[in-house]
């Protein structure tokens, strides 16, 4: 069982700042490359960026130089920094992270999970 817990959305004006988190909990062997996707309504979820378990960073062209990415491994969290918010950043984020569990002593895995997303609000 593994749970991912978003925090950190909410309403900010334009040329604001955000910063979310994603933390990773359960019966979790390792965690591998986690990352931020956003999705408004009628449209698929996209990828923002990503980061590997060892610190590379990875962004989307529409954020790159805006958002910054980050993960502390010993809390199997990753942070996503927000500058410079547009309307068009408007949207629910989601964690996204790639698993290893142990059930009954054994490795399983790994498996891509999904936080409950949490939304960002980007308005004067």
């Known amino acids: 069982q593994v749970d991912l817990v978003e925090s950190g959305g909410g309403l900010v004006q334009p040329g604001g700042s955000l910063s979310l988190s994603c933390a990773a909990s359960?019966?979790?062997?390792?965690?591998?490359?986690m990352g931020w996707y956003r999705q408004t309504p009628g449209t698929q979820r996209d990828l923002v960026a990503e980061i590997t378990r060892g610190g590379n960073p990875m962004y989307a062209d529409s954020v790159n130089g805006q958002f910054t990415i980050s993960r502390d491994n010993a809390k199997n969290t990753i942070y996503l920094q927000m500058n410079d918010l547009k309307p068009d950043d408007t949207a629910v984020y989601y964690c996204?992270?790639?698993?290893?569990?142990?059930?009954?002593?054994?490795?399983?895995?790994?498996?891509?999970?999904w936080g409950q997303g949490t939304q960002v609000t980007v308005s004067s």
């Open positions: 996204k992270a790639r698993i290893t569990t142990i059930v009954n002593g054994h490795i399983q895995g790994p498996s891509d999970y």
């Open positions: 359960g019966t979790i062997f390792s965690v591998y490359t």
